[in-house]
T-cell receptor
């Protein structure tokens, strides 16, 4: 595709619910990254995939957060039992290899009421 | 641990030069990046510099890197109102691909 796309663009949910956020990377990019950006802050790293496997998940805040990339392309970030503190913009990026420049999608704005 | 710091705000007049500064702590950083974020939009890569360089110029943008002081700056020449945005400095270490971002500098350009 032309760029990284993310769906939905906005998601409103209630505390305690489960959400899934989707990322479509640039076609052919082997590395995919998830970041979280809280209001007034810079993006914070969550997890990155090289192919289908999670190469570094050190940024996931707790076990309520999980991400998959089963076919090495599209990735889904899953958040269980959402809390109000999970409200943020979730950004996805992809690159043509782990050391290459990362290109970001527009983000999913998550609001937990 | 790794940390990246930026000043939060900068205000300039249209036509002036803007200089946005950033400091980082990870001496193993291999690449340093500048991203631009406009309201409600994603991050747009502006430019980057490899850690063995001390300067890179790209049209109106000049990046200076002082590796000894771990200081990075972005100079925008002839700043325009369309340059108003938040600018993020980010560094990448030599292990894996994750980026460490600063808090962002909000640039306001007044006509």
């Amino acid at each position: 595709g032309a760029g990284v796309s993310q769906t939905p663009s906005n998601k409103v949910t209630e505390k305690g619910k489960y959400v899934e956020l989707r990322c479509d990377p640039i076609s052919g990019h082997t590395a995919l990254y998830w970041y979280r950006q809280s209001l007034g802050q810079g993006p914070e790293f969550l997890i990155y995939f090289q192919g289908t496997g999670a190469a570094d998940d050190s940024g996931l805040p707790n076990d309520r957060f999980f991400a998959v990339r089963p076919e090495g392309s599209v990735s889904t970030l899953k958040i269980q039992r959402t809390e109000r503190g999970d409200s943020a913009v979730y950004l996805c990026a992809s690159s043509n290899g782990p050391g290459e420049t990362q290109y970001f999608g527009p983000g999913t704005r998550l609001l937990v009421l | 641990g790794e940390d990246v710091e930026q000043s939060l705000f900068l205000s300039v007049r249209e036509g002036d030069s803007s200089v946005i500064n950033c400091t980082y702590t990870d001496s193993s950083s291999t690449y340093l990046y500048w991203y631009k974020q406009e309201p409600g939009a994603g991050l747009q890569l502006l430019t980057y510099i490899f850690s063995n360089m001390d300067m890179k110029q790209d049209q109106r943008l000049t990046v200076l890197l002082n590796k000894k002081d771990k200081h990075l700056s972005l100079r925008i020449a002839d700043t325009q109102t369309g340059d108003s945005a938040i600018y993020f400095c980010a560094e990448r270490g030599n292990q894996g691909g994750k980026l460490i971002f600063g808090q962002g500098t909000e640039l306001s350009v007044k006509p």
